[in-house]
């Protein structure tokens, strides 16, 4: 596939982007930009969450992985919509009943500026990375297919993806971005439906059983009971699941933002539940697609297994002598998947600086509208330079590096908030910085001690360790009433 034909797949696509963006952009104020002004009814952000944490990652990657992991990924996204459920019957109920901008503000109510600043800054620190590193892989393909062959550097590639991302978020903010999520499922849907359909075809025009081929192919297999200490064990991948959601969804400005843009708690369930069931079967296909994909590199011997898992996808579908649709389908479905999510995190992270940092309620009008204009200029350049730095140092595939991350950063999030809402005891703000900084650092020590001494593979637990010391260590630094004193609730 020419490069021409890739910059006019981008182009369509981007003239499309942009409308949408300006459309539902139009008479925007500071309140449409954080929470569309709570209007939005419950189907559209449904729709809009069905593909919300699907990014380029995950659709580079997840097709990838079960060349080496197999369809065990499955078990986690089983953990998924349990977490789901937690989050619509637990955490919403708590987020609409304090009318909160961001859901970072509980812990601000709950302990303290000291707890709401670092359960802020943390975000900050998990969605900046694990954007740039999912919005790393789009970069990537765009250099390899349009980029490289006109000559052009990879940061000059990066700036100008950013940028574009820039533009669409600039003034419609979550109003803007889930009119576009709701563009980037039926995307994402087509083109991964198209793709298997076409793998199909050709297997079956060289005498191969599609349907035959995948359920005996070994990257097929979804459930690992053997090996306990394996990081695709089943218990490991369903429990972690269920926890990675309510942390990397239930508590993240980013995925919350939207879905907090439901008129009411009841409109956000319906939301939430109907999502998480579509997403189980986005995720079954992405893994059916990653079987095919091998299946059709072993039949094709023009062709070999890339170095890395993350170019399997966009090997076939730009030189695996597929028809043209094919490719001009990837093209269509990367960018789709990976602009939306990139420009979902660039506005979460406008609002979370501006209203948990920075303190929007002291602001006027005008001048909270100024302030984070320049704050989402500046979160764009932030990310531009992550992924150039993640290009020279990554050696991974990135869905285990966003979890790897997640892992460690979202670990105190997930305590602050689980300490908060199982126990009344209040606690010295002014350390909880510092116990939030030593859990992931002992998970670490930890992780790293298991691997030497026992050959044991942390994987996704790191969550549960994680929030686990740091409520361990909201305990000891808990400040505990003499017992005929008044509680905390009551004063």
């Not at 939005?40 to 060349?67: E, K, Q, Y």
């Not at 105190?412 to 350390?431: C, Q, T």
């Amino acid at each position: 596939m020419t490069p021409l034909v890739v910059i006019l797949a981008i182009a369509a696509y981007f003239i499309m982007f942009f409308a949408v963006s300006h459309l539902s952009g139009r008479r925007s104020d500071n309140a449409a930009f954080f929470n569309a002004g709570r209007r939005v009814p419950w189907l559209i952000v449904a729709l809009a969450t069905i593909s919300a944490p699907i990014s380029g990652v995950t659709f580079i990657s997840v097709p990838g992985m079960v060349a080496d992991k197999g369809a065990s990924y499955m078990q986690m996204t089983f953990g998924f919509v349990i977490g789901y459920l937690v989050i619509a019957y637990i955490l919403v109920p708590l987020f609409y009943r304090r009318n909160l901008i961001s859901i970072y503000g509980y812990l601000g109510q709950r302990f303290g500026r000291g707890t709401y600043s670092t359960g802020a800054w943390f975000f900050f620190i998990s969605k900046m990375l694990g954007a740039a590193v999912r919005f790393f892989v789009v970069c990537v393909v765009l250099q390899a297919l349009v980029f490289k062959p006109m000559g052009i550097p990879f940061a000059a590639n990066v700036i100008v993806t950013v940028g574009l991302i820039w533009g669409c978020t600039f003034r419609g903010g979550v109003k803007s971005i889930i009119w576009t999520d709701v563009i980037k499922s039926i995307c994402l849907i087509a083109s991964v439906g198209l793709c298997i359909w076409y793998i199909s075809q050709s297997l079956t025009s060289t005498g191969i059983d599609p349907y035959t081929a995948v359920t005996n192919h070994p990257s097929s297999r979804i459930f690992f009971f053997d090996n306990p200490s394996e990081g695709t064990y089943f218990w490991k991948q369903f429990i972690a699941g269920i926890f990675m959601v309510v942390a990397m969804t239930g508590l993240d400005q980013d995925m919350m933002q939207r879905n907090l843009a439901c008129a009411d708690i009841t409109q956000c369930r319906k939301n939430m539940v109907s999502a998480s069931l579509m997403q189980l079967i986005i995720i079954g296909m992405f893994l059916l697609l990653g079987t095919m994909l091998l299946l059709y590199i072993e039949n094709t011997p023009t062709l070999h297994m890339p170095d890395k898992p993350d170019e399997i996808f966009s090997l076939v579908a730009t030189h695996g002598g597929l028809p043209v649709a094919v490719g001009i389908l990837f093209i269509i479905g990367l960018i789709s998947v990976s602009y939306s999510a990139a420009a979902s995190a660039l506005v979460s992270l406008t609002t979370s600086f501006t209203v948990d940092i920075l303190g929007w309620q002291k602001m006027e009008e005008h001048t909270l509208s100024r302030r984070r204009k320049a704050i989402h200029l500046a979160m764009a350049a932030i990310m531009a330079v992550i992924i150039v730095v993640f290009f020279h140092v990554s050696d991974d595939d990135a869905i285990s590096t966003v979890y790897v991350l997640a892992s460690y950063t979202y670990g105190p999030i997930l305590g602050l908030f689980a300490f908060g809402m199982l126990s009344k005891l209040p606690v010295a703000d002014r350390y909880v910085p510092a116990v939030c900084i030593a859990a992931p650092a002992i998970c670490w020590l930890v992780k790293e001690w298991l691997g030497r001494a026992y050959s044991y593979q942390m994987s996704f637990e790191l969550l549960l360790l994680n929030a686990a010391l740091t409520i361990a260590g909201l305990w000891i630094i808990a400040v505990r009433q003499p017992q005929n004193a008044p509680s905390a609730e009551t004063i």
